[in-house]
């Protein structure tokens, strides 16, 4: 899961083409979003929730709350990975956090470029809209963003009870530090 949310970053021509700066408040901001969403993804795919004694592990470090609201928005995935990529793509450049309001140096506040960044998940959104029409039809489409809104609110209630526990933080700044070093974004 780490190198596949790093290679999201790394790859990316529109992260790639923003400062250092404005790379760093996205990183910091938005990959809590991607851990969660590949996470879910993950354990959906590999069919990890009928797993008895991962989901005790779950329970027992997270809670029933959070291991409840990750099996349920792993239901809200689609299993179509082109759009998977997509709303990966969305969750990065989306420049809202509901969770927390942050001060520090890595703040959305902080951004150099936060026009042209606030103008990336319209065209990633446009082009899953136009995808899930030519794949698939309407009524999908509209299902599927309606998935995709859901799965957003309820992980970010997931996120602000995981955020109270050193394991999560633990992680996802591992995560952040190892993206930071290969991108060569460290200060």
């Known amino acids: 899961m780490m190198s596949e949310s790093q ?11 923003f400062s250092k700066n404005d790379q760093l408040v996205l990183l910091h901001g938005r990959l809590k979003y991607v851990v969660g969403l590949s996470s879910a993804f993950l354990l959906r795919y590999i069919d990890l929730y009928k797993d008895e004694t991962f ?43 509901y ?41 999908y489409a509209v299902k599927c963003f309606s998935n995709i809104l859901r799965y957003i609110f309820m992980i970010n209630s997931a996120i602000v009870i995981v955020l109270q526990h050193d394991e999560w933080t633990n992680m996802v700044d591992n995560i952040i530090k190892q993206t930071e070093e290969n991108l060569s974004l460290s200060n």
């Open 99 to 139: 969770i927390s309001y942050n001060t520090n140096k890595n703040s959305f506040n902080n951004l150099k470029n936060s026009n042209s960044i606030s103008n990336i998940p319209n065209l990633y959104i446009e082009l899953a809209w136009k995808y899930l029409l030519y794949e698939y039809d309407h009524f």
């Open 55 to 97: 989901s005790g592990i779950v329970k027992s470090i997270y809670g029933s709350n959070v291991y409840s609201t990750s099996r349920y928005t792993s239901h809200l995935i689609d299993s179509d990975i082109v759009l998977v990529k997509l709303v990966f793509s969305i969750l990065i450049f989306s420049i809202f956090d």
């Open 7 to 17: 290679l999201l970053f790394e790859k990316n021509q529109d992260f790639s083409s």
